[in-house]
């Protein structure tokens, strides 16, 4: 199937081509904007909690592009949150406090190390390149633990930018998020979106009409790398303390792919649907049910996953109502 008829039969079956439903799309960005007045509650709860969200969001943005639009599940894309989140360490130590030098600086080295890494892994398919990234992450956050120039295991404090004024942290992560968001929607759109799609769908008929495919695969991935070392490079300071088992937690590598899985793998407002849900349940979930809160946590991952095999953005436009859902669940394939 030529990319053309993809796109016709997902718009007849009441989606938006590559990018996904466009109602689900203007919802969040109708989201994003409400989220500006967060701040304003003068609640450090709430700002906590949603800059958490649009962080996540960020890096399930970062995800979606290897993983959702070009086919390749990474288990190591944690490690470019770390990257991020030491760099902006490191400028902090050397009495560099912007907040635009840390997002810029971790950005570009995530990419680059995304790059450097990129170019021999993602000549391997399928569970060996995801055991591959597994093993990447799992060796950086070694290396980290055990340079002392980066604090070992006792991590690293990073100066606050400004104690008087914390939402700063919280718009610049808002920032990151939309830079993330968008982004997305203009690749997707893009020759370079379709060019990922290709790769997906079919990598060897790609080739054949002229696709490139290692340099594209790195692209995406160098891209998800920039979206999620930004993310880390302001976390550090909001934080103000990073060490390995913050910056490289099961936690930070997990919940982006179940989040963009929730939402709607390959789509635009997929993962920032997943993160608004995913992170809140689990906030809710942690505060109530302290010592069952994973129980209860991944049982709705489960159910949902099992349920909405295509994302939660599917039902956005969804044609045919529960007909069209109950054969899904028997049409779709993993």
């Given amino acids: 199937m030529t990319v053309a008829a993809t796109a016709a039969a997902l718009r007849r079956a009441g989606l938006g081509g590559i990018t996904g439903s466009p109602l689900a799309f203007v919802v969040v960005l109708v989201a994003m904007a409400l989220l500006l007045a967060v701040p304003f509650a003068h609640n450090g709860y709430l700002n906590n ?23 390749y599940v990474s288990f190591g894309n944690v490690t470019f949150f770390g990257i ?22 971790g950005a570009l080295a995530s990419a680059a190390f995304a790059v450097v890494i990129g170019i021999p892994v993602l000549r391997l398919k399928g569970h ?3 055991i591959a990234t597994l093993g990447i992450g799992l060796a950086v956050s070694d290396i980290v633990a055990n340079l002392d120039a980066l604090g070992g295991t006792s991590g690293l404090a990073v100066h606050q930018v400004d104690d008087a004024h914390f939402s700063v942290y919280y718009y610049a992560m808002w920032l990151v998020a939309l830079g993330a968001i968008l982004g997305t929607y ?13 790769i997906r769908e079919n990598e060897d008929a790609a080739a054949v009409l002229g ?10 991935w160098a891209i998800g790398a920039m979206m999620a070392g930004a993310a880390g490079a302001i976390f550090a300071p909001a934080n103000g303390f990073i060490d390995p088992s913050i910056t490289f937690a099961t936690d ?24 608004v849900i995913l ?40 044609r045919g109502g529960l007909r069209t859902w109950a054969k899904s669940l028997t049409a779709f394939k993993a």
């Fill in 128 to 130: 060996y390149f995801g």
């Fill in 186 to 198: 203009l690749i997707a759109r893009s020759k370079l979106g379709y060019a990922f799609v290709a």
């Fill in 252 to 275: 930070a590598n997990v919940f982006p792919i179940a989040m963009t899985i929730l939402g709607g793998i390959g789509t635009v407002a997929g993962p920032f649907i997943g993160a």
């Fill in 84 to 105: 991020g989140a030491y760099s902006a360490a490191l400028l902090s130590a050397h009495g560099i406090d912007n907040l635009a030098a840390d997002v810029v600086v």
């Fill in 279 to 318: 992170a809140g349940a689990n906030e809710l979930l942690q505060r109530y049910f302290v010592k069952a809160h994973t129980l209860f946590f991944g049982a709705m991952i489960v159910v949902i996953v099992l349920v909405l095999p295509r994302g939660l953005v599917w039902l956005f436009g969804l």
């Fill in 49 to 71: 909690v949603f800059r958490n969200i649009l962080m996540y969001a960020a890096m399930a943005y970062g995800w979606n592009l290897i993983g959702g639009y070009t086919g």
């Fill in 211 to 220: 696709i490139w495919a290692t340099r594209y695969k790195v692209t995406a």
